[in-house]
């Protein structure tokens, strides 16, 4: 079952001789629990084309649908409305509340969205990324590694339509990254969750079922691992 579709999607800056396809003309879909990894040089448009999966940033042509939905037909606060049931997005720098604690940074999409979370798929989140013991922690108490997987918790609590990753092992030492990697394919795997992982690193793309390959605004290849 298709969860994302792409169609012609293109974001140009820049005006005459100045013009810049960041993203230029790219089309393809994802499957409903598929684990798809971006990669690009830096520069290739691989965070432009997440910002435009995400909502985050309108296209100049072309349309996004995530669940059958035309995102950019929406109005800017429908797709706000939009973009926090449907999309969850890790950053590479965690983008934690510092006044909020654990449990209040990962509940923050629902309680934006006054919208209750079964306490035993929140219980299941917390054990399975290894939360419980610091719950009450506030993100300065937190090694780097920690933050990212309350960043997890918070994209996936609330079961979105797609998960985005933005370089999530970015800041990250080796065995941390490891780390990162195990637990989003573990909740693709275990909760069946579509994520989109954008990295410039290719033995952590390899992790994914596919790997998408862009360059100059291009998608240059599209693989599935075996």
């Known amino acids: 079952m ?9 974001k140009t800056y820049g005006k005459g ?3 810049i396809n960041a993203v230029d003309h790219m089309s393809f879909s994802v499957e409903k629990g598929e684990f798809v990894a971006i990669v690009g040089a830096s520069g290739s448009g691989k965070s432009t084309l997440l910002h435009l999966l995400g909502g985050v940033d309108r296209p100049t042509s ?3 649908f995530i669940d059958g939905e035309d995102i950019y037909k929406l109005n800017d606060d429908n797709l706000a409305i939009f973009r926090r049931r449907q999309v969850g997005i890790i950053y590479q720098f965690y983008n934690l509340i510092p006044i ?3 449990m209040e940074n990962i509940m923050l999409p629902c309680d934006l969205d006054n919208k209750p979370v079964a306490k035993e798929r929140l ?29 997890i918790a918070r994209a996936i609590v609330n079961n979105p339509a797609i998960v985005l990753a933005d370089e999530p092992t970015g800041n990250l030492d080796s065995k941390a ?9 573990m909740s693709n795997q275990k909760f ?5 992982m954008i990295t410039h690193d290719l033995e952590i ?19 599935k691992i075996s």
Do not use: M
Request: charged share 35%; net charge negative.
């Open 62 to 64: 072309g349309k996004v």
């Open 123 to 151: 219980d299941e989140i917390l054990d399975d990324l290894n939360l419980k013991n610091r719950k009450n922690h506030l993100p300065n108490e937190l090694s780097g590694g920690q933050q990212q997987r309350v960043s």
């Open 192 to 196: 069946k969750q579509t994520i989109i």
């Open 177 to 185: 990254s490891e780390e990162i990697v195990t637990l989003l394919k």
């Open 205 to 223: 793309a390899k992790n994914a079922d596919r790997i998408i390959t862009i360059d100059d605004g291009k998608i240059i290849k599209d693989e």
């Open 2 to 10: 298709e969860i994302l579709r792409v169609e012609n999607l293109t």
């Open 100 to 102: 909020l604690n654990v």
């Open 17 to 19: 001789e100045n013009k």
